[in-house]
């Protein structure tokens, strides 16, 4: 578990793991290892890593390639942030202003960040829906798994609008309405307010399964392409913890302050 949770924190930079469990495993191995559930639909449940990322020689993980991608012209910037070595640019996720008088703090990592979490993510599949629990920034995804469509005139937020079905062997999940901001933190890739997601989650084995991801964003990209595909392994040893965004987590903790309730709390 130790192991677990130091190599979590270094690939997310700032997300403690803090004392208590928040939650238990919801099944056993038994129970975990069975690819399909009595249903038919494919058994998902469980707490899961994702062990598929490249690692970065500063210690961050890239998810998301920087080049030859189908750019529009332009794009390529508009993809690749530029850095300034100011960490108020340079990651935005981390260094948000929270208050007119200067004071910074987190923000939510979002879509399609979340999916991309290093750290173990708990999945559940009550009927009609499913559950996503991640460790890291300590958030969830609660996504209807009927086929319905995305509502109309929908307000972007960080996680965006999901809505999913099970087509075979796989859950399908699409994403739309996402914030713009950025999209890859390891690798510094960005995302317009017309991005698009498709994530496709397919069991593989008694502890594997496999994401991949379909990114749309006509404003950077002349069609549609697939990152992954990812590895996942199923950890039912495993106990989801609570992770936040904490003061002094990044550089100097003199002059740094992290506070995600802060930022939720003052941000408009």
């Known amino acids: ?10 690939c997310v930079g700032i997300c403690g793991t803090i004392g208590g469990a928040l939650m238990g495993q919801s099944g056993n191995q038994s129970s975990g290892s069975k690819l399909r ?28 390639p920087s080049a ?18 100011d960490p108020h640019h340079d990651r935005p996720m981390f260094y948000a202003r929270v208050t007119k008088e200067g004071d910074f703090g987190c923000r939510p990592p979002g879509m399609p960040q979340s999916a991309l979490t290093a750290n173990a993510q708990q999945l559940f599949q009550p009927a009609g829906y499913l559950l996503i629990v991640y460790e890291g920034i300590h958030s969830s995804r609660m996504i209807p798994m009927d086929g319905r ?9 960080y996680l965006g609008d999901s809505v999913g079905r099970y087509d075979g ?14 999209s890859d933190v390891g690798g510094h890739h960005m995302h317009s307010d017309a991005a698009h997601y498709i994530e496709r989650y ?17 404003k950077m990209f002349t069609k549609p392409w697939v990152a992954g595909t990812w590895k996942m392994e199923l950890h039912p040893e495993w106990t989801i913890m609570e992770g936040n965004c904490e003061d002094g987590g990044l550089d100097d903790p003199d002059k740094q302050d992290f506070r995600l309730l802060d930022y939720l709390h003052h941000s408009k």
Request: net charge neutral; glycine share 10%; charged share 20%.
């Open 169 to 182: 062997d796989v859950a399908l999940v699409d994403t739309t309405a996402v914030r713009p901001g950025m």
């Open 149 to 157: 469509p995305h509502s109309a005139d929908l307000e972007p937020t």
């Open 202 to 218: 397919r069991r593989t084995g008694p502890s594997t399964m496999t994401l991949e991801l379909t990114i749309d964003d006509p």
């Open 68 to 85: 030859n991608l189908p750019f529009k012209p332009g794009g390529s910037d508009q993809w690749n942030l530029k850095l300034t070595g």
């Open 37 to 64: 559930m009595a249903d038919g639909r494919p058994n998902l449940s469980g707490v899961w890593v994702n062990t598929g990322f490249k690692k970065l020689a500063n210690g961050m993980l890239e998810r998301l």
């Open 1 to 10: 578990m130790n192991a677990r949770l130091i190599s979590s924190v270094l």
